[in-house]
């Protein structure tokens, strides 16, 4: 395809801009925009629940409104996402993970303004830089689409399962163990190739997988929920900075890390623009390309690195303006949102392809404003009122973590709007939580669950249609050399500073309590692999193969453990030439560790106590009451405020969730038993 004039694309860009400033049309866009900053504001709902409500308005609209309503949501999701993540270490999206790592610890102290401030202003300039991209890559970016094939992406997924070698800090193999199992655990289902059930038993809940939202809950918001119930204090205890400087002081940081944001918003621009690479990968990739090029960031990063909060969250909002270059040059969506927009853009009557870049050009480019205005708009209100978010910080945790709590066992319950998302939140709750004190690494396991699927389904294609010779694409071995490369760094550096020697078990063998996970893992492993050999060749051999690896990296892991010297020096001292610890810490306050474990017991049994008056009165019913019983219980808060605050939870839940996205409750004993006893009645 010839390059366009350069005179008739700026023509059409500023009749697109015309178009799109008309008061009617810009006052849907800034409707898009706030309806996106609430989604993104409450963890569980996501862009397509954003879509799922926008879309049947947009039929009979005018389409430039409808395309600007649509992506004023869809743009700016990723922007109030992380106020949560900031705030309470609970992902708004799952495109707002990483910026969990360094944005809790800087609110932890008294940082929180800065974070936020500095996270919106990368977020704007991610977004325009996508919008950018967009414009200028249309015309050309064709040919380059088309040239990327199921090899290519396979080998990007595998270079992407490399990256737990990043994500895992001083602890690689424990990083490949914990991938490994959320690659099994995306396993779990039904087989598209093969039509076999893997795993699944007799439960019906497990035949179409286990959904990524209540495990993404589980594994980063209920630990970092139950360490604020342990310390039994606020956020934070002192603000580093008055609300207006820290803002000030977040701007000024996204200048100074001026040439991060750019490397980390082509990141997410170019990722963005390859279908099934989704944000709950891209800010991870960003992360960690942050982490390793980033001058000292292995001693800063995970302990509250304005840095850390930088990178993700220029790539999570740059990826929007490049996933559309796929489904504007020719109808190939990059992800379920994408797809809902392509057909939204076909119900008026605009076909992707040749046409939006010929008869079309003002559309398309409607579609860039649409998207820098909305970056502009929702970037520069969360800016604004990021002073007042950062007060949150501040809050008794009575005052704070009921509401959440409910907000969070709502949210895991969109994953399949049935019993076994709160089941699949609870297990991996609390399984996150060990994990987190005994410093094993959780971002592998998000990141082998949503890459194992796919990495499964692009091999069983590329062996299909090329046999091994796919392997022989020039991209296929550049990404596979890069793979091969973060997988063996942590060996090679093992080797520079202690000699092969190093990688040899020595000493005499000793046993902790805390080695009891080791011996889990390669139990879950050793189980899965034998279930897995009653199954067809092509079902079994992607799960023997991880199952293989996991309990082999296991293995090793382990014996480096038992002969290790465990003196807290020495360990210290091994760790800190190796990397950080890729997690958050749990702030113990002096607290030994059976009050640890008590605290976390009673917190966990409150999930509990919630999800037994669920089963029997109604989830809606149940949130107020678990509400006042923890505020006065666990603070004894007034009567007045305690009701109160349940009232508002209550409504914002009942408002949100029941009354416009309605969601189908689960049944209860109670709404089982009225009816049954109603029948009786009569024959009484």
């Known amino acids: 395809m010839e390059l366009m004039d350069v005179g008739y694309m700026l023509g059409s860009a500023g009749d697109a801009l015309s178009l799109i400033v008309q008061p009617g049309r810009l006052m849907f866009l800034v409707l898009g925009v706030v309806v996106g900053l609430a989604i993104g504001l409450l963890p569980g709902i996501g862009g397509l629940t954003g879509f799922a409500l926008l879309v049947p308005f947009t039929y009979t609209m005018d389409p430039y409104a409808a395309f600007a309503m649509l992506l004023g949501m869809h743009s700016v999701t990723s922007?109030?996402?992380?106020?949560?993540?900031?705030?309470?270490?609970?992902?708004?999206?799952?495109?707002?993970?990483?910026?969990?790592?360094?944005?809790?610890?800087m609110t932890r102290k008294g940082e929180a303004s800065r974070a936020l401030s500095a996270g919106f202003t990368a977020s704007l300039i991610g977004g325009l830089f996508g919008a950018v991209v967009l414009a200028v890559s249309i015309p050309i970016v064709r040919p380059f689409v088309l040239?990327?094939?199921?090899?290519?992406?396979?080998?990007?997924?595998?270079?992407?399962?490399?990256?737990?070698?990043?994500?895992?800090?001083?602890?690689?193999?424990?990083?490949?163990?914990?991938?490994?199992?959320?690659?099994?655990?995306?396993?779990?289902?039904?087989?598209?190739?093969?039509?076999?059930?893997?795993?699944?038993?007799d439960v019906l809940y497990l035949w179409d997988g286990v959904p990524l939202l209540p495990i993404l809950l589980g594994i980063f918001a209920l630990p970092e929920l139950c360490d604020l119930a342990i310390q039994k204090s606020a956020l934070t205890k002192k603000m580093k900075f008055h609300y207006f400087e820290g803002m000030w002081q977040g701007v000024k940081d996204v200048g100074k890390n001026w040439f991060l944001v750019l490397r980390c918003s082509a990141l997410g621009t170019v990722l963005g623009a390859i279908p099934g690479i989704t944000g709950s990968v891209i800010d991870w990739i960003a992360y960690g390309h942050a982490l390793r090029s980033e001058k000292g960031a292995r001693e800063t990063f995970s302990t509250g690195d304005v840095r850390g909060v930088i990178a993700p969250e220029s790539a999570n909002n740059s990826k929007e303006g490049g996933s559309l270059v796929p489904t504007i040059a020719f109808g190939v969506p990059g992800s379920a949102g994408q797809a809902i927009l392509l057909g939204a853009l076909m119900v008026h009557g605009f076909i992707p392809g040749p046409n939006m870049l010929t008869t079309d050009l003002d559309v398309t480019y409607s579609l860039v404003w649409s998207i820098a205005l909305a970056n502009i708009f929702g970037a520069g209100l969360c800016f604004l009122l990021s002073g007042q978010f950062a007060k949150i910080s501040m809050l008794r945790y009575t005052l704070v973590l009921p509401g959440i709590m409910a907000l969070v066992f709502v949210g895991a319950f969109q994953g399949s709007k049935s019993w076994g998302d709160i089941y699949v939140l609870l297990i991996f709750g609390v399984l996150a939580w060990i994990m987190k004190r005994l410093k094993w690494p959780r971002p592998p396991l998000i990141l082998g669950l949503v890459l194992g699927v796919l990495m499964e389904r692009y091999m069983a294609i590329s062996i299909t249609r090329y046999d091994a010779s796919w392997?022989?694409?020039?991209?296929?071995?550049?990404?596979?050399?890069?793979?091969?490369?973060?997988?063996?760094?942590?060996?090679?550096?093992?080797?520079?500073?202690?000699?092969f020697k190093s990688l040899v078990p020595s000493g005499k063998p000793s046993f902790r309590a805390s080695d009891l996970l080791y011996y889990f893992f390669i139990?879950?492993?050793?189980?899965?692999?034998?279930?897995?050999?009653?199954?067809?060749f092509g079902a079994r051999i992607g799960p023997t193969v991880v199952c293989i690896a996991l309990i082999v990296a296991a293995i090793i892991s382990y014996l480096h453990v038992a002969f290790a010297d465990r003196d807290p020096a020495a360990v210290a001292a091994k760790a800190a030439h190796r990397g950080i610890h890729m997690d958050l810490d749990g702030g113990d306050?002096?607290?030994?560790?059976?009050?640890?474990?008590?605290?976390?017991?009673?917190?966990?049994?409150?999930?509990?106590?919630?999800?037994?008056?669920?089963?029997?009165?109604?989830?809606?019913?149940?949130?107020?009451?678990?509400?006042?019983?923890?505020?006065?219980?666990?603070?004894?808060?007034?009567?007045?405020?305690?009701?109160?605050?349940?009232?508002?939870?209550t409504l914002l839940i009942y408002v949100v969730f029941d009354r416009i996205i309605h969601v189908p409750w689960p049944d209860t004993v109670l709404g089982t038993l009225v009816p049954a006893l109603s029948d009786l009645v009569p024959s009484m």
């Open 79 to 105: 922007t109030s996402d992380t106020i949560p993540a900031v705030l309470f270490g609970v992902p708004g999206t799952s495109s707002s993970q990483a910026t969990v790592l360094d944005g809790q610890p």
């Open 147 to 201: 040239a990327i094939g199921t090899p290519e992406l396979l080998a990007l997924t595998i270079f992407g399962i490399a990256m737990v070698a990043s994500l895992s800090g001083n602890t690689p193999l424990r990083g490949i163990v914990v991938a490994c199992i959320g690659i099994l655990v995306g396993m779990i289902g039904t087989d598209v190739q093969t039509g076999q059930l893997r795993w699944t038993g």
């Open 471 to 499: 392997l022989l694409r020039p991209g296929v071995m550049v990404l596979l050399l890069l793979a091969a490369i973060a997988l063996a760094r942590p060996m090679f550096q093992e080797i520079r500073h202690g000699g």
């Open 523 to 536: 139990a879950v492993g050793a189980w899965m692999l034998v279930v897995a050999q009653d199954w067809p």
């Open 589 to 649: 306050d002096g607290k030994t560790r059976t009050q640890i474990i008590v605290q976390a017991a009673i917190f966990f049994g409150w999930f509990v106590s919630f999800l037994i008056l669920m089963s029997l009165i109604g989830l809606l019913p149940t949130v107020p009451i678990i509400i006042i019983a923890y505020m006065r219980v666990e603070g004894r808060e007034p009567w007045m405020l305690s009701v109160i605050y349940a009232a508002c939870v």
